[in-house]
């Protein structure tokens, strides 16, 4: 469900900008390599991702550290299961959200949403996309969104997906150049 509510705002005007979309593989390397050409083709002013944590109960949670640690304790979609290497060799050790996560936290819980922040984005995909977004400079945050079982109900996945694309908006406004005043 969560891809889907990432998708559906591809190609939204908001604000005078336009939202682009992309679900990535739930496999390494091809999700950093998707992500990347994503990146390339969109040139986006930020980067919003979306990924499911496994706690039921957990709500929201805005992540606020990437680790560059890949522990897979489980396989990904491919098969592969990757135990103590770095996402980035040389890398910094774990790297800051770059959009800011006060405010993707307080949108949330402000539009009714179970919302936390947290300083572990785990070490499988989530993390290793995260991590990958951040080294690369982009204006990033990662939303772990709780999973939705077939069925339920899953408004609020995409009320916490236009949320928190409209926090960006505003923090990528905020940080545009006045142009100057014309005489």
Request: glycine share 8%.
């Amino acid at each position: 469900m969560t891809g889907e509510a990432v998708a559906a705002l591809d190609g939204i005007e908001r604000g005078g900008l336009v939202f682009r979309a992309a679900v990535l593989p739930v496999a390494w390397p091809r999700a950093r390599e998707a992500a990347l050409a994503a990146i390339e083709r969109a040139r986006p002013l930020a980067v919003l991702s979306f990924g499911i944590h496994g706690d039921r109960k957990g709500g929201f949670r805005v992540e606020t550290l990437a680790a560059n640690e890949l522990r897979f304790g489980i396989a990904d979609n491919d098969g592969n299961r990757i135990e103590d290497a770095p996402v980035l060799a040389g890398g910094a050790a774990s790297l800051e959200a770059t959009l800011p996560a006060d405010e993707l936290l307080d949108a949330l819980r402000t539009r009714g949403l179970e919302a936390k922040t947290s300083r572990d984005a785990g070490r499988f995909l989530c993390n290793a996309v995260y991590y990958t977004l951040l080294a690369h400079g982009a204006r990033s945050a990662f939303v772990h969104v709780p999973p939705i079982e077939d069925g339920e109900d899953s408004s609020a996945v995409l009320a916490a997906v236009e949320t928190c694309a409209l926090v960006a908006a505003r923090s990528v406004r905020a940080l545009a150049p006045t142009p100057p005043p014309k005489i």
